[in-house]
């Protein structure tokens, strides 16, 4: 797929970017070599390819998950504006 000077144009009006004629043709430059990158990638057999969550083989360091805190959570009610049951009461915003 690649561009035409017109349709850079049309792109950039639709933006709302005001391009020169000689910035509307570097553009259609970069723009169709990104297209023909899309394409060459397109193009790779990637069916027998397992997924990868990184591209290096990293391991995540982990934390032991415990309890760092106190519970402040009575100090924190005492000074809400309303409390009931433990919950904190908020103004209702949606009718």
Do not use: C
């Amino acid at each position: 797929m690649s561009l035409t000077l017109e349709q850079v144009r049309r792109v950039a009006h639709l933006a709302r970017i005001e391009v020169s004629e000689a910035e509307t043709e570097s553009t259609l430059g970069h723009l169709n070599g990104i297209f023909s990158l899309i394409e060459t990638m397109q193009a790779v057999d990637t069916k027998d390819v397992e997924p990868m969550a990184h591209a290096q083989d990293l391991a995540q360091r982990l934390r032991i998950d415990r309890v760092t805190e106190e519970n402040r959570r009575d100090a924190f009610q005492t000074v809400a504006p309303e409390v009931e049951a433990g919950l904190y009461l908020v103004p209702k915003v949606l009718e």
